[in-house]
């Protein structure tokens, strides 16, 4: 049996070259157009046992959230459109070539968002593995023999520059390949700390309010000393022209999550870059073996998931949607104003999870719980309802709020104020 290793794929993986091993590697059976089974036994189309009921989760003992905190990895992130479901469906009925697959699903994503000449694009699972994996190809290029080594960097570039504000539990992703990251604060700070031995130089986008080089300089500074620039951009959409805007600015890779407002599938993200280096970060994850992104696998029906959920995407009404969110939010916010001691306000966060959010203040003096505890009576609710909290306010989105959830949120948030009001 041919197995498919790094070292058999040369640069024509990611432009749709392997497609001729499907024919061999199935001995000739036709695939691509022929009608294929559900499955091995012929399953009739009736569940039995798990999901027999139809709510798995009530099935194995677990209580259902009602999300007013946003996009969260921890709650599921958001949920996926009936229509992507389906055509994860139909991409699960079929086999395919991995890399073949990539490519194809690459080509047709640059082609949507308009990318730059010279720009692709990969799905990956999740924006974490498009970190790791785009910082894998920088370090490696298309190397087997690098691509096997890391994270041992012996004989490769092994620094990565980040602004110490920009500093945060995501760039284990990127130490996670062997780098040591190097901290500046200042432009005279990059001028020294550029070396041989720098790979790239990191932006978090999420911190560009906190760090002193803003994010069209730190593009230029690392063009001119002659590294790429990486943008960790994974929740900063809507808009939907930021899936272009920094790819038009010059940053040379790009991730993206894929599981967020896009609605695509959980496990997958994007990283969106250059050919070369994106065709590079291919190589060192699954399907390739004896790579480090081998654990970080995508498969075959999320890949098809995010496309269709990029496209369904791509042609909504952002403002309809925003329109029928601050709807929701007005009916949190019309419960609750008239309780003593509450104040609220409205805001679009400007950089990652730009959407509607509503908070509500609470004077300390007014209530016998805080926050915090407050959050957790709603957190302790059948069902749970997820909200987010900080010093004296309780916050709260409408993104993944679900038909008639809103007033179940405004009654419960309404009823745990009033007993702690004093």
Not at 385 to 404: C, H, K, W
Request: aromatic residues 4%; negative net charge; contains cysteine.
């Amino acid at each position: 049996m041919r197995k498919f290793v790094t070292a058999e794929i040369s640069r024509r993986g990611l432009l749709g070259g392997l497609a001729f091993l499907a024919g061999s590697v199935l001995g000739g059976r036709r695939l691509f157009g022929a009608a294929m089974p559900d499955g091995p036994t012929g399953w009739n189309g009736k569940i039995t046992g798990l999901g027999a009921t139809g709510d798995v989760y009530k099935e194995l003992g677990l209580t259902p959230v009602i999300n007013a905190q946003g996009t969260e990895t921890v709650l599921g992130g958001s949920l996926i459109r009936p229509e992507v479901t389906a055509v994860m469906e139909l991409a699960a009925k079929q086999f395919v070539v991995i890399m073949d697959l990539e490519a194809t699903v690459g080509k047709r994503i640059a082609e949507l968002l308009k990318l730059p000449d010279g720009y692709s694009a990969i799905v990956t699972s999740g924006a974490a593995s498009a970190i790791q994996n785009g910082y894998s190809g920088i370090l490696t290029g298309g190397s087997a023999a690098n691509i096997a080594q890391i994270p041992d960097l012996t004989g490769m570039k092994s620094e990565v520059i980040i602004q110490k504000a920009h500093r945060s539990a995501w760039d284990h992703q990127i130490r996670a390949t062997g780098v040591k990251l190097v901290e500046v604060e200042t432009v005279d700070d990059v001028h020294n700390a550029l070396s041989e031995r720098t790979a790239a130089m990191h932006f978090l986008n999420l911190s560009d309010p906190d760090g002193q080089i803003k994010r069209p300089d730190w593009v230029k500074l690392a063009h001119a000393a002659g590294v790429p620039a990486f943008l960790d951009m994974a929740a900063d959409v809507p808009p939907k022209s930021r899936l272009t805007d920094y790819a038009e600015m010059g940053y040379d890779l790009i991730a993206v999550s894929g599981g967020k407002a896009i609605r695509g599938p959980q496990c997958t993200g994007l990283l969106i870059g250059r050919e070369e280096m994106v065709h590079n970060a291919l190589l060192n994850m699954s399907p390739n073996e004896d790579t480090l992104g081998r654990p970080t696998k995508v498969g075959k029906e999320e890949i098809v998931g995010l496309l269709k959920a990029l496209e369904l995407y791509l042609a909504e009404d952002q403002e309809e949607l925003d329109k029928e969110q601050w709807r929701k939010l007005d009916t949190v916010a019309n419960r609750v104003a008239k309780i003593p001691g509450v104040t609220l306000t409205q805001e679009v966060p400007e950089i990652a999870n730009h959407f509607p959010a509503l908070q509500v203040h609470l004077d300390p003096s007014k209530f016998s719980a805080n926050p915090h505890q407050i959050a957790a009576e709603l957190a302790a609710m059948k069902p749970i309802i997820s909200v987010s909290e900080g010093p004296g306010t309780i916050e709260m989105t409408a993104i993944d709020l679900q038909p008639g959830e809103d007033r179940m949120v405004a009654d419960a948030l309404y009823g745990v104020l009033k007993a702690h009001s004093v």
